[in-house]
């Protein structure tokens, strides 16, 4: 089956800890994507990918990491410098820049 | 700075309704704009692109339409079922696209009652 997966589901962080998300995908897209889901707020794009090995930050950069090493794999890290981590994680990837957008089934981020 | 507007913010309707969910953009400099399906706790299905050139696009009983000069695209649907009760969410692509980000309107949850 072709599609994104996003790992794990449910993910808890205790105070100061960097947790990892992870996203793969296996359609041979160039370009992938992290956004955020809040409540009320839509989503809004955290970090994206166009080629291995580059990235850019997106809107709400602040207080994440990601890296891209392989074409189908593009982990995002959620710092301790991240205040509010507290949302649903959406992963996209897309066959272009300019292509429809694939997404994952989310991870929601949980701070104990 | 575009933004994307969809209102109403929820909608119920009964089974075998037709009806519409708006979406608004302030920048008409748009290269696509994307209609998706969100069902509770899960991601986004991608319904329905439309090019900036096009004026409308369908699948099914979905019809999605563009006016670009005037900011708003439209998502038709008909004959709704329970089974389309989910949140709706329009996003759109930038003419100088950063990357391909997406900007998205907050959705519009839709209800329909058997």
């Known amino acids: 089956d072709g599609g994104i997966t996003q790992s794990p589901k449910y993910l808890f962080r205790k105070e100061g800890q960097n947790v990892t998300l992870s996203c793969e995908q296996n359609?041979?897209?160039?370009?992938m994507y992290w956004y955020r889901q809040d409540p009320g707020q839509g989503l809004r794009l955290i970090y994206y990918?166009?080629?291995?090995?580059?990235?850019q930050k997106g809107d709400i950069a602040e207080g994440y990491s990601v890296s891209r090493e392989k074409k189908e794999s593009f982990p995002l890290t959620v710092t301790s410098a991240q205040k509010n981590p507290t949302a649903f994680y959406l992963c996209?990837?897309?066959?272009?820049?300019?292509?429809?957008?694939?997404f994952g089934p989310g991870t929601r981020l949980l701070v104990l | 700075k575009q933004e994307v507007t969809q209102i109403p913010a929820a909608l119920s309707v009964p089974e075998g309704e037709n009806l519409v969910l708006n979406c608004s953009f302030t920048?008409?400099?748009?290269?696509?704009l994307q209609w998706f399906r969100q069902d509770p706790g899960k991601g986004l299905t991608s319904l329905l692109l439309i090019q900036s050139s096009q004026r409308e696009q369908t699948s099914g009983r979905l019809n999605a339409s563009l006016d670009k000069s005037s900011g708003r695209s439209t998502l038709y649907i008909a004959a709704s079922q329970p089974g389309d009760s989910a949140t709706y969410l329009c996003?759109?692509?930038?003419?100088?696209?950063?990357?391909?980000?997406?900007?998205f309107g907050q959705g519009t949850e839709l209800s329909v009652k058997p």
């Open positions: 920048d008409s400099a748009i290269y696509n």
């Open positions: 990918s166009q080629i291995v090995n580059d990235f």
């Open positions: 996003a759109v692509s930038l003419v100088y696209n950063q990357g391909g980000k997406l900007i």
């Open positions: 996209a990837s897309s066959a272009g820049n300019v292509e429809t957008q694939y």
């Open positions: 359609l041979n897209h160039d370009a």
